[in-house]
């Protein structure tokens, strides 16, 4: 399996400050078969970013997804209230499709 | 709007089976280019795909549980169901349905999720 490895495990910022999330991946994921969640407090996850950089319906711009092979990242800039989460990458580039642990981002 | 909701018993007996039925709203659960998902979340840890099934019936199970796993589908009820023999505290999780979508290989819709304990 494809073990997914989030840094920081959490990060700790002000509103309107902006944010990187790192992703790291045990072996290549394949075809960039990456995607991002946000999940907030007693919420489901929603998908933010997948193929690694494209944005889901709905998503704003403020978050930008990068990365290839085994290196990912997911940006997100001037922070607000709402965007206060804990964060997933998620792998199914191979299966069985794998979560990282997450990284939390508090308000400091 | 999509809408996917879990119901099953929330406490099963060591030993015994998990049984979750995700009824599917909004979409039918014939579409094409889906699979119909099970993943839980323990406390304080990240996300485990448990496995899922296309509409025809073809399956895919996580290894570490194909053992005891079965996912079904019931068309004509526009839902799909989860078996989980040989429960143990391991598997208390929180267990959610959801839409694999395959253009974009992730979940794109989900349950709010059902808590199941594993106690005596």
């Known amino acids: 399996d494809i073990v997914l490895t989030q840094s920081p495990g959490t990060l700790s910022l002000s509103p309107a400050e902006s944010a990187t999330l790192s992703c790291r991946a045990s072996?290549?994921?394949?075809?960039?078969?990456l995607v991002w969640y946000q999940q907030k407090l007693g919420q489901t996850p929603r998908l933010l970013i997948f193929?690694?950089?494209r944005r889901a319906t709905g998503i704003p711009d403020k978050f930008i997804g990068r990365g290839s092979g085994t290196n990912f990242t997911l940006s997100i800039s001037r922070l607000e209230p709402e965007d206060f989460a804990v964060y997933f990458c998620?792998?199914?580039?191979?299966?069985?499709?794998?979560f990282g642990q997450g990284t939390k981002v508090e308000i400091k | 709007q999509v809408q996917l909701q879990e119901s099953g018993p929330r406490q099963v007996k060591p030993s015994q089976t998990l049984s979750l039925t995700c009824a599917v709203s909004?979409?039918?659960?014939?579409?094409?280019?889906?699979?119909w998902s099970w993943l839980r979340q323990h406390p304080e840890k990240g996300l485990e795909w448990l496995g899922h099934?296309?509409?025809?019936?073809?399956?895919d199970y996580n290894p570490s549980l194909q053992t005891r796993l079965t996912i079904s589908v019931d068309t004509s009820r526009n839902e799909f169901s989860l078996r989980l023999t040989s429960v143990t505290a391991a598997d208390t999780a929180k267990y959610y349905c959801?839409?694999?979508?395959?253009?974009?290989?992730?979940?794109?819709?989900w349950g709010q999720g059902v808590p199941v304990t594993v106690s005596s």
């Open positions: 909004g979409d039918s659960i014939k579409s094409g280019g889906v699979y």
């Open positions: 998620q792998q199914y580039g191979s299966s069985p499709p794998t």
């Open positions: 099934i296309y509409h025809s019936g073809s399956t």
């Open positions: 072996q290549t994921v394949h075809n960039t078969h």
């Open positions: 959801a839409r694999l979508e395959l253009v974009v290989m992730g979940f794109d819709c």
């Open positions: 193929g690694a950089s």
